[in-house]
């Protein structure tokens, strides 16, 4: 299937990643001629020969980032310089080309510009925005591609789980890493999240909403919690601390979780970067020491953590309701999202309106 909102009437609010905008961008690369100039054009299937690498092989990496709407109608992309980094270093693990930093904010402008309309005024709701880039080479031969493609679709969206955030209840995965060292986990590389599935099915069987992942090692240092990052709180109102998992390499540097670092201090909270164990969140919760815990994404923004299962064992996170820092921190967020809070240095890039974009190139 192959919707876009121009072909429901009137727009829905779709299920997540279902119905996308009227357009999409696209840029070619070859080896002997580098990047083409970028392409605003209808949403459509894009052509594929049965042999092409990124569907054999998974040469492939995303982005995910968000735009929101201005009360005076303007739109502003949350970070996507960051965004357009972090592509390079998941294309750079990959043996792929990088796209250069202005054809990444180029191709976003193009897009939004084009397709603001899809996104009304509701504050609620978003354009999420996924770049793409994949081996579009057709040929089986086991080395890096000769050409790839660049594609940017868009869809509107609310809140991941919803626009309140309820609590989720999540499931310790001790079978299945999802990552190794020295491997793929710490990019945003596709093939990384088709081997998650099946954990999360697990999940699913056992009435959870999301997976633990634990690092792949020992099996008991808490990473990440589906496809997003996790942070722990230590004590309660201004001089909490939030205690989030160090990078190491096999769990992802979200750039919310960066986000939530350093907008923390301003309400007061200090932010430390520390493993803590699956024993420890059982027991720092049963003593009270771990009062709260969320988990934090581009989709999901910031989602609490009511309950944990581990096998057997089950515990509640404080109360299992959303804490107050929690909350706090959601709307330390989302104030600057929305505009509500000043966003700092070089956080929010203004989409030019339409025809204003320079040359397509
Ligand atoms: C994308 C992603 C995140 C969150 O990154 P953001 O930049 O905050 O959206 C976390 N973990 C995984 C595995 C991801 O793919």
């Known amino acids: 299937m192959n919707r876009s909102i121009s072909q429901e009437n009137p727009p829905v609010r779709a299920p997540f990643g279902e119905l996308f905008t009227h357009h999409m961008v696209t840029a070619g690369w070859t080896a002997e001629s580098g990047w083409a100039p970028l392409r605003l054009r209808p949403f459509d299937s894009l052509p594929m020969s049965p042999a092409m690498v990124g569907l054999h092989y998974s040469q492939v990496v995303f982005e995910g980032l968000k735009a929101y709407r ?6 502003e992309v949350f970070r996507p310089t960051d965004h357009a980094a972090r592509l ?10 990088p796209l250069p930093e202005d ?3 180029t191709a976003i402008d193009l897009l939004v510009a084009a397709d603001q309309e899809c996104l009304s005024a509701d504050p609620g709701l978003s354009l999420y925005l996924r770049p793409l880039l994949y081996a579009s080479e057709a040929n089986l031969a086991l080395r890096p591609a000769r050409e790839y493609t660049f594609v940017l679709i868009a869809f509107v969206t609310g ?5 309140k955030p309820s609590p989720v209840t999540v499931w310790v995965n001790r079978d299945y890493p999802r990552a190794a060292p020295g491997g793929t986990g710490g990019v945003k590389f596709a093939g990384n999240y088709a081997p998650s599935y099946l954990a999360q099915e697990k999940a699913q069987q056992a009435g959870c909403h999301q997976v633990v992942w634990l690092d792949p090692m020992e099996r008991r240092w808490v990473e990440e919690l589906g496809g997003m990052n996790l942070f722990f709180v230590r004590g309660s109102g201004p001089g909490a601390q939030l205690i989030t998992p160090p990078h190491t390499g096999t769990l992802l540097p979200g750039i919310t979780r960066d986000s939530v670092m350093r907008l ?10 520390e493993p803590v164990s699956v024993d420890q969140w059982r027991s720092e919760c049963r003593e009270g020491t771990i009062t709260e815990t969320f988990a934090c994404g581009t989709a999901a923004v910031v989602t609490p953590v009511g309950t944990v299962r581990d096998g057997e064992k089950t515990w509640q996170v404080g109360t299992g309701a959303a804490g107050a820092v929690t909350l706090a921190m959601r709307d330390a967020l989302t104030s600057v999202h929305d505009g509500r809070a000043p966003a700092p240095e070089g956080w929010l890039r203004t989409v030019p309106p339409a025809g204003a974009v320079a040359g397509q190139a």
């Open 103 to 105: 054809k990444f904010l």
């Open 70 to 75: 201005r009360d005076h109608g303007v739109i």
């Open 88 to 97: 390079n270093r998941s294309a750079q693990r990959l043996a792929m080309p």
């Open 159 to 163: 809140g991941f789980f919803s626009d």
């Open 264 to 273: 923390a201090p301003g309400l007061g909270y200090q932010v430390r970067e």
